[in-house]
Structures are given as structure tokens and as C-alpha cells.
């Protein structure tokens, strides 16, 4: 169990990853791919944040550090600039439907949990990884795994108070809703 490994502490840290990517368009769609997508992308980054939020708070109660940050506690769902609604147009060459709009509740979801745990102390941030060489990706991708994973650990580190509700790329600019 998970607490069994936290000695007591908490959690400060908890990053959500999930996602599925389906090449479906507006025209080939259908219920089952919307729902399996929510499930994934939106559903599972839920309940895992309900699921780990006592030990979250636990971290948050009991961390030294002043206001919020990584080390002290946060939510951090991995996201994507395909959900940004301010972008679709200039992103639209991947339609990608059912995968856009799992991520864009994903958003709104990021964006409640902020609202929802400031209270507690507990950061809660999306992220965009980029473009990254995975199955998902694709070897025609911009970035390494390595380099995506860079830029991320440097965004998680530089976390505060002010990032609290954010949608933030690998190199932590911002992502506009």
C-alpha cells in the first residue's frame, strides 16, 4: 500500500498520465470511443486523485515549506496543447476528437481541483509534455522521452503559488484554456 511507503508523511507529489488517442474524426466517432476516452482520460485522473487526496492533504498539513509547490503537495495532470480550445484552429490538422475532448474536460477538471484544494495547500497544474517519440507520439514526434521529461522535472521544480490553476508546457510556458 502506498501509505505503508510514505512513513507517515504524505504524499507531496501526485502526476496523472493517462491517455489513449484514437485517429478518429467528427464523421467516424461513436459513443463507445467517446466514453472508453473520458474513461481513461479524464474518469481514471479523477478517482486517482480522490483515491490518493487524504495523503496529498496529509503532506500539505505537515510540510514546513510556505505556500504551494511540488514539495509541499500538488496534483499534476498531463494534458495536452490539442486541448486547448484557444488553439484548436491552428492545431485541427490532428482532429482527433474523441482524444481532444477527454483532454479538454481533463482542463476544466485541473481547474476545479485548484478551486476544490486551495484551501488545503495543495497545487494542482496541466501540463503538456510536447510532441514526445512514444507509440502514442510517434517516431516522427519533435522530442525525446528524455527531453520532455527534462523540461517537465524543471517546470515541477519551479511550481508555486502562482502556478496553482495553470496549463503549462514542457518548458513552462503558458498554455492558454
Not at 481514471?44 to 500539505?60: E, S, Y
Not at 476544490?116 to 509534455?129: F, T, V
Request: charged content about 20%.
Amino acid at each position: 500500500m502506498v501509505e505503508d511507503q510514505l512513513n507517515g508523511l504524505g504524499l507531496n507529489l501526485l502526476i496523472n498520465n493517462a491517455g489513449v488517442y484514437s485517429k478518429v474524426t467528427l464523421e467516424t466517432v461513436d459513443s463507445e470511443e467517446m466514453v472508453h476516452a473520458y474513461k481513461t482520460n479524464l474518469v481514471g485522473p479523477l478517482l486517482t486523485a480522490k483515491a490518493f487526496l487524504p495523503l496529498l492533504k496529509k503532506a500539505a498539513q505537515g510540510s514546513p515549506e510556505k505556500g504551494m509547490s511540488c514539495r509541499k503537495a500538488a496534483i499534476v495532470n498531463i494534458s495536452t496543447v490539442l486541448a486547448s480550445l484557444e488553439k484548436s484552429p491552428e492545431t485541427f490538422y490532428k482532429p482527433v476528437i474523441s482524444y481532444r475532448c477527454s483532454k479538454a474536460a481533463l482542463n476544466m477538471l485541473t481547474r476545479c481541483q485548484m478551486l476544490s484544494y486551495r484551501e488545503d495547500g495543495i497545487l494542482c497544474a496541466a501540463i503538456h509534455p510536447g510532441w514526445v517519440k512514444t507509440d502514442m507520439g510517434t517516431q516522427e514526434a519533435d522530442l525525446t522521452v528524455d527531453e520532455s521529461v527534462r523540461g517537465i522535472l524543471t517546470v515541477l521544480s519551479a511550481l508555486s503559488e502562482k502556478h496553482n490553476g495553470s496549463f503549462l508546457n514542457w518548458l513552462g510556458k503558458p498554455i492558454p484554456w
